[in-house]
């Protein structure tokens, strides 16, 4: 019977750990997705002036004429944190976006150049 119970038990406490860790991979999924959108919104209309406006980036819809066609370069989120930071070539930096702006949208361009 106590070896019955242990089994039990185990099975049991197994179980709640992946009903844990599938609570957990969801939370962060939606966390990934609402940023994603924060992301294509400030790419969008959200910086000034819009990043869309001058790039090229297709899971945005975005089809700017003036700066490289991001969708091509996909360039890594550094990147994208550094070119908003300090700005390049024609591009301005983004002093107008709060740190966590910038980070969200450089994660944005780099994860949705890839798409």
């Given at each position: 019977m106590l070896k019955k119970t242990f089994i039990h038990f185990a099975?049991?406490?197994r179980a709640v750990a992946?009903?844990?860790?599938l609570?957990?991979?969801s939370g962060l999924a939606s966390v990934a997705s609402a940023n994603d959108e924060v992301g294509k919104q400030l790419f969008l209309k959200g910086a000034t002036p819009a990043c869309a406006i001058c790039h090229?980036?297709?899971a945005a819809g975005a089809?700017?004429?003036v700066g490289p066609s991001l969708t091509?370069?996909?360039p890594d989120a550094a990147r994208v944190l550094n070119a908003l930071k300090n700005?390049?070539?024609q591009m301005p930096a983004y002093t107008s976006?709060?740190?966590e702006q910038m980070q969200i949208l450089s994660e944005y361009v780099a994860k949705a150049s890839r798409e």
């Open positions: 099975e049991v406490t992946c009903v844990s860790a609570v957990f991979v090229t980036l297709d089809a700017g004429a091509e370069l996909q700005g390049i070539g976006l709060t740190p």
